[in-house]
Nanobody, 126 residues
């Protein structure tokens, strides 16, 4: 079964940090671009960040720019989302999504991604 698996979510205090991971089961992510999205209760899913299949292009939503870093480990076919200075408004379920030979345009849209993980909960609260 081909699927993406996110991990690393949890409860963190405001100002804290978390690193989310995205790995594939049943296929390799070496030739995929990855997007991270999040969805808070009662809100629409929104883009957080993306990285191209080559790793040469990254983009970030304005809401997280300067606090979040997306990266990939080619050897382990795993992607990461390092999040710092977390605030309560960052509370959401975070999803990773994959696009074969995907780019990373300035405007990140969910429609370009055809594989999605089940999500990992991030809760920022004191």
């Amino acid at each position: 079964q081909l699927q993406l698996v996110e991990s690393g979510g949890g409860l963190v205090q405001p100002g804290g940090s978390l690193t989310l991971s995205c790995a594939a089961s049943g296929f390799t992510l070496d030739d995929y671009g990855i997007g991270w999205f999040r969805q808070a209760p009662g809100k629409e899913r929104e883009a957080v960040s993306c990285i191209s299949s080559s790793g040469g292009s990254t983009n970030y939503a304005d809401a997280v720019k300067g606090r979040v870093t997306i990266s990939r480990d080619h050897g382990k076919s795993t992607f990461f989302l390092q999040m710092n200075s977390l605030a309560p408004e960052d509370t959401a379920v975070y999803f990773c999504a994959a696009e074969y030979l995907g780019g990373c345009p300035r405007r990140i849209t969910s429609a370009r991604f055809d594989r999605w993980g089940q999500g990992t909960q991030v809760t920022v609260s004191s």
